[in-house]
């Protein structure tokens, strides 16, 4: 093992010193953002560019795992750079870049590929599920996804990870990944960490009551940051409840715990507690609370709507913030590559 390539000492890491602590976080541009988007990751992203050097990235090569079609990218990167800012990121702060801005990462990936195993791949839940959605298009990017994912993070030799925890697994493997690198050519990267502040990995449940919120499926159980109105009320006036329960202190099925789950994230305390407490003296009425819901939120929704509706079109603005946000990125990268080109002994 080279000698001179001990550049992290991963125990100290895994302790989570918060000095110095590389945060790195990324987005699809698949379409519209939505609220599990937000609670997943853009809220941390946002806590965190106070504190700690942050890269955000719009990942728009990982799109092309999914939507190979790239007519509608550059809108779609536009959207979800104004979305990030609307929703409180500061790219005088935070590096907010665009992926292919960073050639580095497909290099890094290329070296990663040879550390990862068909099997594993094989065996990852987004792979599979995905699979099952395009079953004309299970493409080998689809296959190498979390490689890809690794490589964007451990390009900047990122330790933390916002994410939601439908990511859990990929932050795994980006574990296994680092190890058998740092194993094989010695220690340059440290091991990342899905991160949440404080409690468990969230996951936004949709409104029907079905999986997560999502980008491209259940469109019409999904809140999205753009939603006017009354496109807001219609979804979660829509959404499935039953006649209420008949048992005090019921458990709740999972459709009406959602209900619950939503309202606990836009709703203050005392609204969320009188519909507790009425569920659990089976006196709850569901259209009213779905009613409480509903405006709950459109106040939290329409004004990060408005204000990215007023960046996405400048297009000027958001072409000088892409590329502030892939200068440092790059800066960064090539640091890294240096390293990883010197451990594996490509210096030649
Ligand atoms: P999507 O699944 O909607 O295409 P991405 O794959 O681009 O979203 O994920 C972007 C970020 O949003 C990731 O950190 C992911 O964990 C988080 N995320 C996506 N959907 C949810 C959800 N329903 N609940 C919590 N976090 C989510």
């Known amino acids: 093992m080279p000698s001179h390539s001990v550049i992290f000492d991963n125990s ?15 987005i699809r541009p698949t379409g519209f953002l939505h609220l599990g988007n937000y609670f997943g990751a853009m809220r941390n992203y946002v806590k965190l560019q106070e504190e700690y050097t942050c890269f955000f990235m719009v990942a728009d090569l990982h799109a092309l795992t999914t939507h190979p079609d790239t007519k509608e990218l ?5 959207r979800v750079l104004a979305e990030n800012i609307a929703c409180g990121i500061d790219p005088d702060k935070a590096a907010l870049y665009c992926q292919s801005h960073i050639r580095e990462t497909s290099e890094l990936y290329l070296y990663l590929n040879m550390l990862a195993y068909l099997g594993e ?10 699979a099952r959605l395009q079953p004309d298009n299970i493409n080998a990017g689809l296959l190498t996804y979390p ?33 058998r690198f740092n194993h094989r050519y010695g220690n340059v990267f440290p091991e990342p960490m899905a991160y949440n502040f404080g409690d468990d990995l969230v996951k936004v449940p949709s409104l029907d009551g079905t999986g997560k919120m999502s980008k491209s499926e259940n469109q019409l159980a999904t809140l999205y940051l753009a939603d006017s109105d009354d496109m807001i009320v219609k979804k979660v006036m829509k959404a499935k409840t039953d006649s209420g329960p008949t048992e005090p202190n019921s458990t ?97």
């Open 74 to 78: 550059k809108s779609n990167v536009h």
């Open 147 to 179: 490689v890809l994912q690794a490589a964007d993070i451990i390009l900047h030799r990122a330790t933390w990870v916002p994410v939601g925890k439908d990511q859990e697994q990929h932050l795994e493997m980006a574990r296994n990944f680092v190890n």
């Open 252 to 348: 709740k099925p999972d459709y009406i715990e959602n209900i619950f789950q939503l309202m606990r994230l836009v709703s203050s305390a005392d609204v969320v507690l009188h519909f507790e407490k009425a569920f659990n003296e089976c006196n709850i009425r569901y259209g009213d609370m779905k009613k409480q819901l509903a405006e709950d939120m459109v106040k939290f929704i329409s004004p990060i709507r408005e204000k990215a509706e007023d960046i996405r079109t400048n297009e000027k603005y958001l072409t000088a913030i892409m590329e502030k946000g892939a200068e440092k990125a790059r800066k960064s990268a090539s640091d890294t590559m240096h390293l990883v080109r010197e451990a594996m002994g490509l210096n030649y």
């Open 12 to 26: 100290y890491i895994c302790g989570m010193s918060k000095q110095n602590a590389i945060v790195m976080s990324g």
């Open 121 to 130: 791949l094989e065996k990852t839940t987004t792979f599979k599920d995905k």
